[in-house]
Nanobody, 127 residues
Framework: QVQLVESGGGLVQAGGSLRLSCTASGGTFSSAAMGWFRQTPGKERDFVGSISRSASTTYYHDSVKGRFTISRDNAKNTVYLQMNSLKPEDTAVYYC????????????????????WGQGTQVTVSS
């Protein structure tokens, strides 16, 4: 029943910015922890960041700290990934994920921690 839809991907030059959004339907969004992951061809799906159900806590992979910011608007059932100072190595398909029955102050860094996934949105950063 739960559906996640990502948007906002595209082509951007190195040093530029993009904002991804993920809108959820069919569940209780306010109680879910939300995560962002990314994947390149032939590679595993890697953790980018996550945000708690109350938005009181965020977690980030070291490679994006200081450049990416996760936020959420529970009234709109939407989570955002603001990406600044983009690098070519950020190129990947970005996925939104949701976990119900989520506890606070747990980062949920593994794809196995999540039940629901979006279809992904392509982000390409040129040199």
């Amino acid at each position: 029943q739960v559906q996640l839809v990502e948007s906002g991907g595209g082509l951007v030059q190195a040093g530029g910015s993009l904002r991804l959004s993920c809108t959820a339907s069919g569940g209780t969004f306010s109680s879910a922890a939300m995560g962002w992951f990314r994947q390149t061809p032939g590679k595993e799906r890697d953790f980018v960041g996550s945000i708690s159900r109350s938005a009181s806590t965020t977690y980030y992979h070291d490679s994006v700290k200081g450049r990416f910011t996760i936020s959420r608007d529970n009234a709109k059932n939407t989570v955002y990934l603001q990406m600044n100072s983009l690098k070519p190595e950020d190129t990947a398909v970005y996925y939104c994920a949701a976990r119900n029955t989520a506890y606070l102050y747990i980062p949920y860094r593994s794809p196995d921690d999540y039940t629901y996934w979006g279809q992904g949105t392509q982000v390409t950063v040129s040199s």
